[in-house]
């Protein structure tokens, strides 16, 4: 999911929904019918492998693109759901395509709900998400032709996952880095620490693309990365700047920061501010008191 209006990737046409495309040698994506603000023209599904696939991120509780995914894969086996994060646009497919197809769900851990109903961001996440294997850091999970190894990136979630495809030197970034738009940092699920953490983690890597969860590839990765870094510490900046000149409530640095912001990415805009506040907070750059935010 994105806090920023503009798309900046490829276009619409090249991620129809419902159509099984190959963008490489072992990969075919196959976009969900969930279109929107946050998601661009939907949640990107990829199917792994030849004869014996898997079927990554296989995204939102949607009968069309059940259908699809079967259809895309039919006189093929799939053996592996696997699952970068646990919002719900992301995984809240795979206990169905589990159902349809006998394969066991790995990847991300569950999401550990708050007491009592699903409300604010908790309600993101995907309760009946049941995996059968988790991955941490470092571990590899492989099939015929392909060995994928997860790769802790906390930020987004905190149980988001991205994994490193071994026979292509490709990376599944989920949402943690999309080449499209920048990731919505929510807390408190959600962590600016961690998520910059996970960025310089994966700035030392050698894949050279990335395969996000919404949108085109990331095909200059390092440099993308370190531009993803920049842009944060701009942000960061910016809000310094604004209590410069005094206490500020988070709507009100919203407001002066995010200039010509689309209405309806005010509340997710408010949300990074907030991640980017509690970051400044732990290094004792900030104080809040009553909901106001002055310098420390």
């Given at each position: ?30 976009v969900a019918p969930n279109p929107s603000a946050f998601t661009f023209t ?255």
């Amino acid at each position: 999911m994105s806090d920023d209006a503009a798309a900046k990737g490829p276009d619409r046409e090249a991620l129809a929904a419902g159509v099984a495309t190959r963008v490489s040698g072992r990969v075919r994506r196959l976009v969900a019918p969930n279109p929107s603000a946050f998601t661009f023209t939907g949640t990107c599904s990829y199917i792994l492998g030849e004869g014996e696939v898997a079927v990554l991120d296989p995204g939102p509780e949607s009968d069309a693109h059940l259908e699809a995914l079967l259809a895309a894969t039919r006189g093929e086996r799939v053996v592996a759901i696997v699952v970068t994060h646990t919002h719900r646009d992301h995984s809240a497919l795979a206990a169905r395509l589990k159902a349809a197809t006998s394969a066991p769900i790995v990847g991300a851990r569950p999401h550990v709900f708050a007491e009592g109903p699903a409300q604010g961001y908790d309600a993101s996440h995907d309760r009946g998400y049941a995996p059968d294997r988790t991955l941490r850091d470092g571990e590899t999970y492989g099939l015929p032709g392909v060995t994928l190894q997860a790769i802790e990136t906390p930020g987004h979630a905190a149980n988001h996952l991205c994994f490193a495809f071994a026979e292509e030197n490709s990376l599944f970034s989920g949402d943690h880095v999309m080449a499209w738009s920048t990731s919505v940092v929510a807390p408190p699920d959600g962590s600016m620490t961690d998520y910059m953490a996970s960025l310089d983690k994966l700035r030392g890597r050698a894949e050279t693309i990335y395969w996000p969860g919404h949108g085109g590839p990331v095909t200059d990765p390092e440099r993308y990365v370190r531009a993803l870094t920049g842009h944060r510490r701009q942000r960061e900046t910016a809000i310094l700047a604004r209590l410069d000149g005094g206490p500020l409530t988070i709507p009100a640095i919203v407001e002066s920061v995010y200039a010509g912001l689309d209405a309806k990415l005010f509340g997710a805009a408010s949300l990074s501010t907030r991640a980017h506040l509690e970051d400044l907070m732990r290094r004792g750059l900030v104080v809040v008191e009553a909901g106001v935010y002055r310098k420390a």
